[in-house]
């Protein structure tokens, strides 16, 4: 009797334990290669995707985005709205309450106090916050108790979750970043590659640029997660052999951004060992049309837009613009370079869908003879070797880009049609580092725009437009008076779009929003300063066996890590 | 019995001969160097007279034929954007094959000029080798960056952007690769300068232009050569480097460097994109080095006649 009672509990216990195992960490390793390697695990000290990334599985923010680009709540229970009375009625202010229980992985509380220190700690002006943005327009935040955090802003604000919304702006913990203030920020070493967390893993090891070992969080909120024990974080390499780490020899059960052709990525996924996932956020690579003159001649004055004085030959006539959007078969650039992971699109700003026009969908298919008879009209004639021309102005184009195999199968594709067009391409290309590195001395960088036309992607962050469009005022034109700092790459200036501007900045309500979005989008695609090529992706690929992957792009792509598990 | 032998050599020596057609006599006992010859000039007749039997457009994209095996069309198939691949190769073997010899015969100038100088005159020689050492400690890469940022735009507008990258390019590699051959030079010229011929000629009254030009270049002709063809490897290689960084030609200028470098990420799909312009460099590289081995064996009179 006695006997069989032992043995019972003793089962009864071990079937407890092992349930227990189940639970956190009973999934073993989880590999994830990205590559190219974080360098930090702070986010507010690094811009780049990357470290956003990877910090995202250990700092949190109250609150991230689904791979709709909804706001879910994270570190809360309820988003504070107007309704909820979490947003105050004017406007002014938000207050957030952090969820009962939350605790650091080191087992202290997380408090309102933290969310004020992270203010403090980006908006330090000695600090050189990566993510200040996220904090623009706050005057204060207050503890209203330990757990109530009020954010005051200067002037109403339409769009309150900014702070402590999307992975870009988590928070930290005070006590252990509390003497890292300011200038000594970057000093901190052991607090920026081991920062403590609310997150499902802890680092355990962290190699600058090039591999992150995490364990699991042994405080995290939820007991029966995370799944895996524990994560290895692989930086480095390219874009390719990350792939096929995962889709063909398994090293890898996770691989981020995998710009390649489509038929590589195909080949690849036919292997059996993983699937890509796509999503879309706002991602549009486009084609800018200088609005000012670039020629060489020019020294110092070249794209610079001098009050309008300086104007591009040809460029500034719509007309031209139109008939080389019109040239464009978007499909066959889709196609070639993209696949699924690219669609065709007629705008600059392509989603959340209240703020997406449909105007402009003309141009999804090609139209070479309508294009040719618009430019005929104009006046634009062919020459004797086929170059069209007016008053002695030769439409010919200097077309540049950064180094990436997609882009210069674009490039080549574009320059056939454009040529077909009667319009005379020569292209260029400039290695990423250089093109997007923004250093002023250089003449090579997307800023200084030193061509006719050029490509590239941009998109924003978060689910809100209104900063993103106010890229294209004039005072956002890039300049030598600006160190060549500015987002209006195009030299895009009309008194009206500024106007909207404005307008969408003291209007609160959602449609009239929505109303402007589209009429500054418009706007921008009727100049024909901007052409809109693709609408695209993230691109990812995860192992068949791992399972609960909701790849978003609106947040960073390991938001639920906490939720995946290995299928058996 | 021993003077057969020697009437033999007599009656040999009565027919016409030159140093030149010793050389080629010896070069023809060379098999690889034959055999490279015989390469190497293949491939120049191929990309010189190619295009115009194989008339397709290097550049025209035909989306919907890509990535299309060998077929009568195309015979080395199409890559990822419709473009016929053996059209690309013998476009980009004009290029490559242009700038490698250009850019050789550039540096060989540069360097010969260099080491004899450094060599003969010995007041010179500390100067010209500290140049040389400077040049050799340039990093390369930083120096292209620069070289090709300051003055891309005004070749482009002088030249027109092909033959103004072309002259640049050219240009580059030919001033950053004339070291080797300026100190390989130097050292046989110094060795050579002590040497009895020349104490002879020199104590006769023989003028330095003149005993460098006839007395010590024929004798360092070997060493030249050898450099010469291993410049022309090495010109080409650097240019498919440069394309690689998008420093070079644009991209839709084809070269051997650029084809490779683009069919890499494609080589389970299409090895075709990879094999072929592998393969003309390999060719070509190599038959070059056969060519220079079998001219240094063929120069050296010590080992010419064995």
Known sequence: MKLKFILTTTCALCVVASAAIAERGSDGQLNIIYWQAPSTMNTYLSGGTKEVEAASMVIEPLASYDPNGNLVPRLVDELPTVENGGVSEDLMSITWVISEGITWSDGTPLTAEDAIFTWQYCTDPAGGCAQASYFDGITSIEAIDDRTIKINFAEP???????????????????????????????????????????????????????????????????????????????????????????????????????????????????????????????????HLNQTNP????????????????????????????????????????????????????????APEIYASTANDGCKVQDMEGAKALLDEAGWVPGSDGVREKDGVRLSVLFQTSTNSVRQGSQALIKQWWNELGVEVELRNIDASVFFGGDPGSPDTFQKFYADVQMYTNNFAGADPEAYMGNWRCAEIPGPDSQWQGANIQRFCDPAYDALVDEMSKTADLNERGRIAKAMNDMLMQSYSIIPLVYRGGTSAHANTLEGVRMTDWDSELWNIADWTRAE | MTDAPATVTLLQETRHRSLWSDVWAQYRTHKGAMLGTFIFVFIILLTIFGPYIHDADPQFLDIRNKNAGMSWAHPMGTDNLG???????????????????????????????????????????????????????????????????????????????????????????????????????????????????????????????RIILRHVMPNILSPIMVSATLGVANAIITESALSFLGLGFPSDFPTWGRLLFDGANFMTLTPARVIWPGLAISLTVLSVNFMGDGLRDALDPRIRGR
């Open chain 1, 157 to 287: 604000k339409p769009y309150p979750y900014t702070a402590f919304a999307g992975a870009e702006s988590p928070i930290l913990q005070k006590a252990q970043f509390q003497d890292c203030m300011g200038a000594r920020a970057p000093e901190c070493t052991d607090a920026n590659f081991g920062p403590i967390g609310t997150g499902p893993f802890v680092v355990s090891e962290f190699r600058p640029n090039d591999v992150i070992t995490l364990e699991a969080n042994p405080n995290y909120r939820d007991p029966a997660k995370p799944a895996f024990g524990s994560v290895l974080f692989k930086g480095g390499g390219d874009a390719a052999s990350a792939a096929r780490a995962v889709l063909e020899t398994g090293e890898y059960d996770y691989a981020w951004n995998l710009q390649i052709e489509p038929e590589i990525l195909t080949q690849m996924e036919a292997a059996g060992k993983g699937k890509v996932v796509v999503s879309f956020q706002t991602s549009v690579e486009r084609l």
């Open chain 2, 83 to 209: 473009r016929d691949m053996f059209a690309q190769v013998l476009y980009g073997g004009r290029t490559s094959l242009a700038v490698g010899i250009t850019a050789m015969l550039l540096s060989l100038v540069v360097g010969t000029f260099v080491g004899v100088l450094a060599g003969y005159f010995r007041r010179l020689d500390g100067p010209l080798m500290r140049l040389t050492d400077l040049f050799l400690a340039l990093p390369l890469l930083p120096l292209l960056l620069v070289i090709i940022m300051l003055f891309r735009d005004t070749l482009r507008a002088a030249f027109g952007p092909e033959t103004g990258i072309f002259l640049l390019i050219v240009f580059v590699i030919g001033i950053t690769s004339w070291m080797q051959t300026a100190r390989i030079v130097r050292g046989d010229v110094l060795a050579l300068k002590e040497r009895e011929f020349v104490l002879a000629a020199r104590s006769i009254g023989t003028p330095p232009r």
């Open chain 1, 295 to 350: 020629d060489p001649a020019l020294g110092d004055m070249r794209s610079v837009y001098d009050e309008g004085n300086n104007p591009h030959p040809f460029l500034t006539d719509p007309v031209v613009g139109k008939a080389l959007s019109m040239a464009i078969d978007r499909e066959i650039v889709v196609e070639a370079g993209y696949g699924r992971t690219g669609q065709v699109t007629c705008n600059v700003l392509p």
